[in-house]
């Protein structure tokens, strides 16, 4: 969503609302499409003393899977960006400001991006999510599982220590 700035670029202690829905049902993350709801954007452009000052927050639900169980659950996911916009670049490149195009943001690829950068790189159902067994693959946060554990090849020798007593 494209936002025009240029009603407040020169009036001090003014500020634009926004409010849309962003289609991110086309993201895939490890071979999952986990955006399958709208993605609400909400946010402000605040002109500070002739700074325009940038800050939007992302939030949806995700269809979520365990990294240590499989198991599907419904994440809720929210990313906060902020950046300043600018006409032109004083000094130098930096990621804190964004060009304006002829008054105008795209509002909805800033969104878009700081939900990419938002996203966790582990998704875990719960803190203390003890995930499968190894062996048998069993659900260990609904029990143990029925498998002999067998001693660390590694310990063997203290084992047998164990036994000669």
């Not at 169980?69 to 902020?82: D, I, M, S, V």
């Amino acid at each position: 969503m494209v936002i025009d700035v240029r009603p407040i670029l020169h009036t001090p202690g003014k500020r634009l609302d926004f409010r849309f829905d962003l289609d991110l049902s086309d993201l895939e993350f490890d071979g999952r499409y986990p955006v399958s709801r709208p993605v609400l954007v909400e946010g402000e452009v605040r002109n500070t003393a002739d700074l325009l000052e940038l800050a939007l927050t992302v939030r949806t639900t995700l269809d979520a899977v365990c990294d240590r169980c499989g198991k599907e659950f419904l994440l809720e996911k929210e990313a906060e960006y902020r950046c300043m916009l600018a006409e032109e670049l004083q000094n130098e490149e930096s990621d804190e400001i964004v060009l304006l195009e002829d008054g105008k943001t795209d509002a909805g690829e800033l969104a878009r991006t700081a939900f990419i950068l938002g996203m966790d790189s582990k998704t875990l159902c719960s803190e203390d999510c003890k995930g499968l067994c190894p062996r048998c693959g069993a659900d260990l946060n609904l029990g143990p599982c029925s498998c002999k554990r067998e001693p660390d090849p590694r310990l063997a020798a203290l084992a047998s220590l164990l036994e000669n007593k």
